[in-house]
């Protein structure tokens, strides 16, 4: 009897290990919108799936400028590139990422740091206002089917390129992903 | 005050809605993950961190007054792409289990009554259950809200036994039987 079971369980321990998320290569999407012009970037990796989506200066800064905010919190946020960001948790466990360990990389080599969340909300307060839902969860331990999303913040110029790197942690082990060579959305949308 | 002439002098909030719907359609385009219906169980469950907070007309709902009932306590505001994507199917389980203890509480982040009613007044189907304004954000620490949306199923015993991160589709029959099991307790 256990002879005869034996290949069909292995069977199955193989079908279940190809189909983990944690054996799946890495995915890459790349889109543009047609109406937008604009760029986004999606890479599902080992049961996390990181999305950025370029988002104009003059978008961000209507967004904070149409909830009252002061005009200093919306000129705080001139001097950055800003992404929509959308982070899964696809792996059938729980997972914990930190924005303060991700990094983005110029052309020039070197490696800079995100400005997370609570360093936004710490700079706001002392301008007299608080935003902070409006930016990506920094540190977040989530679990199958949840997401996290807000705005990722790069200290660049419209149309600027780069690469992100970023990390998560899975049953206690830490992955890297690569985003290359990411784009600033431009300062206007192209002439029609 | 009636729906007509609330709406009527809500003009400012109607401006500021008008102005987030101009400015928002990359937004609203924004390629969303579908919304998921999984839920997290919380074990051990914990209680849940009582609160008192106004609904649109003022009045003061206190997490403690429901205990009895299942509760979903749901962190959002109009801003949020998700949070407003999810709204309808909140409504549509809140219907689905009338008569039974089922409560839903919409906690809004931050905002004004005025805004709030312009937006739900566009929503099909438009909510009936409560939505309560943490105005200062001083209620979503205590739940250790992270990011909007998330939610918390709270049993009949005031304890949290299910949390979800990001967008949910709540009358998925996932979840409608996750409540349905708690409702039998």
């Given at each position: ?54 988002l104009y200066p003059d978008f961000v800064a209507a967004v904070y400028s149409s909830r009252g905010l002061p005009p200093a919190v919306v000129d705080s946020m001139k001097e950055y590139c800003v992404f ?15 924005v ?12 800079h740091r995100l400005k997370t969340k609570p360093e936004w909300v710490a700079e706001w307060k002392k301008l007299g206002a608080d935003f902070g839902w409006s930016i990506l969860?920094a ?11 807000g705005f990722t913040t790069v200290h660049l110029p419209p ?25 600033c959305a431009?300062a ?5 | ?22 400015v ?86 931050q ?75």
């Open positions: 009897m256990q002879i005869t079971r034996l290949p069909s369980r292995r069977l199955c321990l193989l079908a279940l290990l190809l189909t983990s998320p944690a054996l799946q290569a890495a995915e890459l999407t790349q889109t543009r919108d047609p109406d937008s012009g604009l760029m986004s970037w999606k890479k599902q990796d080992r049961g996390f799936s990181l999305e950025l989506i370029q929509g960001s959308i982070a899964q948790n696809q792996s059938g466990g729980t997972l914990a990422y930190r303060a360990d991700w990094r983005y990389v110029t052309p020039d080599g070197q490696q969860p540190a977040v331990s989530f679990d199958t089917g949840d997401w996290a999303q149309g600027s390129r780069f690469d992100l790197i970023y990390s998560w942690s899975h049953h206690g082990k830490r992955y890297t992903g690569k985003l290359e060579n990411l784009a431009p206007k949308p192209a002439e029609r | 005050m009636p729906a007509r002439l609330r709406s009527l002098l809500n003009a400012s909030a109607l401006c500021l809605w008008a102005t987030l719907c101009l928002s359609p990359a937004w609203a385009a924004l390629p969303l993950p579908e919304l998921s219906h999984t839920l997290t169980a919380l074990k051990p469950a914990k209680a849940a961190p009582d609160f008192a907070l106004p609904d649109l007309d003022g009045k003061l709902h206190r997490l403690s007054d429901y205990r009895g009932n299942v509760v979903l306590v749901n962190f959002w505001a109009t801003w949020c792409p998700p949070c407003r994507r999810e709204m309808p199917s909140m409504e549509r389980l809140s219907q689905q289990l009338k008569g039974q203890p089922f409560v839903v509480l919409a906690i809004d982040q905002e004004t009554p005025d805004s709030v009613f312009v937006f739900t007044g566009q929503l099909d189907p438009s909510p009936t259950f409560p939505i309560l304004f943490d105005r200062d954000s001083a209620v979503a620490p205590a739940w250790g809200v992270l990011g909007l949306p998330t939610s918390f199923i709270v049993d009949k015993g005031g304890r949290i036994v299910y949390r979800a991160m990001g967008g949910r589709d709540f009358d998925h029959p996932d979840i409608v039987r996750a409540v349905r099991e708690l409702l039998k307790k």
